[in-house]
């Protein structure tokens, strides 16, 4: 989580920017699903300039401090951070924080059992006049060249491909889930926010990459081979272990031409 906050600051502080231009002095700022704390100081630098609250909610003690430490190195003495231990998916959410301001959530609510009836709880934390942003979906994460040298070209969408299946039994398979046949913009609007619009942001660092990008590489496609490896052939599943093997001539960690291209979409309506 952190290396993906050091590689998406630069992005992540624009849409932290973008996002509070237009709050008010002293505004109420709340991070649902905080994470390791990227949003969450970029958030508090927004702040800095004009003071106010921002509020961290995860359900993740370690996650928790460090998300508050990021926030308040990079806010200052003019923005105060609060932290709140709690699901996203709480029912009682609406009373553990204050009324925001803008409320932040990002992939969160697709974690959860109904993501619409999540919108709705977040659209009820919201004061009037305030703004839910919630990130969610965008382009898939693209890192590796199309053709490796190891088994068959391709394999980088073939792991894409395999990771919307599993996604697809883990959304199918979730107590009490409740399919959404629709889209973000369609779901802030149903829970009665007006001004809907979305934004995209990009991901980018080109090859040859740094060692950070290198490691969240190895990263990614270490846990894609752990968590979707039913759903690969032999032969993927052989190229994923001599790609990931440090031993290995095939390594991709000794590789220089990795990369990392996404574009994630922010989704944001106003309460009334």
Not at 82 to 87: L, Q, Y
Not at 160 to 166: Q, T
């Given at each position: 989580m952190r290396r993906l906050d050091a590689l998406e600051q630069d992005a992540i502080t624009a849409v932290a920017s973008r996002l509070t231009a237009e709050l008010p002095a002293d505004a109420v700022v709340v991070d649902v699903g905080s994470g390791s704390g990227g949003m969450s100081a970029a958030l508090a630098e927004a702040l800095r300039g004009r003071g106010g609250t921002l509020v961290l909610v995860d359900a993740v003690d370690e996650l928790l401090e460090a998300a508050r430490d990021a926030?308040?190195?990079?806010?200052?003495?003019?923005?105060?951070?609060?932290?709140?231990?709690?699901?996203?998916?709480?029912?009682?959410?609406?009373?553990?924080?204050?009324?925001?301001?803008?409320?932040?959530?990002?992939?969160?609510?697709?974690?959860?059992?109904?993501?619409?009836?999540?919108?709705?709880?977040?659209?009820?934390v919201l004061r009037p006049g305030g703004l839910l942003a919630v990130a969610e979906g965008g382009l898939d994460a693209r890192c590796l060249p199309w053709d490796l040298g190891v088994g068959d070209p391709g394999l980088e969408l073939r792991l894409?491909?395999?990771?919307?299946?599993?996604?697809?039994?883990?959304?199918?398979?979730m107590p009490d889930a409740v399919r959404m046949p629709y889209g973000w913009t369609s779901a802030l609007r149903r829970a009665g926010l007006s001004d809907v619009h979305s934004f995209s942001y990009l991901l980018d660092h080109p090859a040859p990459a740094g060692v950070a990008v290198r490691d969240f590489v190895v990263e990614r496609i270490t846990?894609?081979?752990?968590?979707?490896?039913?759903?690969?052939?032999?032969?993927?599943?052989?190229?994923?272990?001599?790609?990931?093997?440090?031993?290995?001539?095939?390594?991709?960690?000794?590789?220089?031409d990795l990369y990392?291209?996404?574009?994630?979409?922010?989704?944001?309506?106003?309460r009334s």
């Open positions: 926030a308040v190195e990079r806010g200052g003495a003019r923005v105060r951070v609060d932290t709140v231990i709690a699901d996203a998916g709480s029912d009682d959410l609406g009373t553990l924080v204050p009324p925001a301001d803008l409320l932040w959530a990002s992939a969160v609510v697709h974690h959860l059992p109904d993501q619409q009836a999540a919108v709705d709880r977040l659209v009820g894409n491909a395999a990771r919307d299946a599993w996604f697809e039994r883990l959304r199918a398979t846990w894609l081979g752990e968590t979707v490896g039913e759903w690969l052939s032999e032969a993927d599943k052989e190229a994923v272990r001599r790609l990931l093997d440090p031993g290995s001539a095939d390594y991709l960690g000794a590789r220089d990392l291209l996404n574009a994630r979409t922010v989704h944001h309506g106003r």
